[in-house]
């Protein structure tokens, strides 16, 4: 989802969020309210997106992620719905605001962390939020360990996001089920009030595996009432994962030898296959390891080296990994 949760992920800050984490805001912006428009005047829609930021916000989400071709059309048909209902608004055509809260399903690593902090962009260059930041959090975050000590944690969570988007990981862990000591439930109260209460301040997304946020609104209609936009993020081809892992060693000034790039197909296949994977994320994971056995190799095989030794991934950094042998994820 990273995903940044990463077809998905940005190639820089795949797996690598922190919890909670909240992105520097830009100061707040006061907009000036437009004129009316009168009833014969014609409204160029590019122009409303240029100027708010729509198609840049969109154009880098291409540049980001691989793939995730039905998320991100569905976020241009979210974008194109907001610019037109800011032109109804120009002529003085009253539209209630659409409900934005969010839910994102699919595997780790396939970019919803990514396409959350998007959304935030995007819907402060529409006017929609003040900040547009994003502040990421799990159950630890919200969830107290005693009586009293819920509430202010989710407040807390919550009074940071606002103005922009909360992205609540993994939401189904704040729902326990038979376990009266446990205090989910409040946070996921406070959760329902806030989203209510601040739904022209606040945008809130869920997150996690499928079939545990269908459980998680089955117990939690209320919650489910309140979510808009169901958004699932699929799995990375093999050749979106190649990709994503050209990119990722391209960012450090690195690259594949031809045997390399061929042992990375291998490892992938395998790995995919095998559990815990984690799409982008692993992929990063593995490259690490790889870099590793690349500065080692390096380093035993005598002191004098040129850029090209130290730029390129040969094939034995990779098919040193255990997964080759059948082994997890090193």
Not at 133 to 153: E, I, M, N, S, W
Request: aromatic residues 6%; glycine residues 10%.
């Amino acid at each position: 989802m990273g995903s940044t949760d990463n077809g998905r992920v940005s190639f820089a800050t795949a797996g690598r969020a922190s919890r909670p984490a909240v992105a520097s805001p830009p100061d707040d912006v006061e907009e000036t309210p437009a004129e009316t428009l009168a009833p014969d005047a014609v409204v160029d829609l590019d122009d409303v997106r240029r100027e708010a930021g729509v198609d840049d916000v969109l154009d880098r989400l291409d540049r980001e992620l691989v793939g995730l071709a039905p998320v991100k059309e569905r976020l241009r048909e979210l974008a194109a719905l907001l610019v037109v209902d800011r032109v109804r608004e120009r002529f003085g055509v009253t539209t209630d605001r659409p409900t934005l809260h969010m839910c994102f399903t699919g595997n780790p690593g396939t970019g919803k962390t990514t396409v959350a902090q998007r959304i935030g962009d995007l819907l402060k260059g529409l006017g929609l939020l003040r900040r547009g930041h994003l502040v990421t959090a799990t159950r630890d975050d919200l969830v107290g360990q005693y009586v009293g000590h819920t509430a202010p944690k989710t407040k807390e969570i919550v009074g940071k996001a606002r103005g922009g988007v909360l992205f609540v990981d993994e939401a189904y862990y704040l729902h326990r089920p038979g376990n009266e000591r446990d205090y989910g439930g409040e946070a996921i109260e406070i959760l329902l009030q806030a989203m209510e209460a601040h739904r022209d301040d606040l945008v809130v997304v869920l997150a996690g595996y499928a079939d545990r946020m269908a459980t998680f609104f089955e117990a939690n209609p209320g919650m489910q009432s309140r979510i808009a936009h169901h958004v699932d993020f699929p799995d990375f081809s093999a050749d979106e994962l190649v990709t994503i892992a050209e990119g990722m060693v391209a960012e450090q000034g690195l690259g594949f030898s031809a045997e390399a790039h061929t042992a990375l197909r291998e490892y992938l296949a395998l790995r995919r296959e095998q559990e815990w994977f984690a799409g982008a994320r692993s992929v990063r994971n593995a490259l690490d390891r790889a870099r590793m056995r690349q500065a080692r190799r390096l380093s035993e095989g005598g002191s004098r080296v040129g850029l090209a030794d130290l730029t390129t991934l040969e094939a034995a950094d990779l098919r040193a990994s255990r997964v080759f042998a059948g082994g997890h994820r090193s």
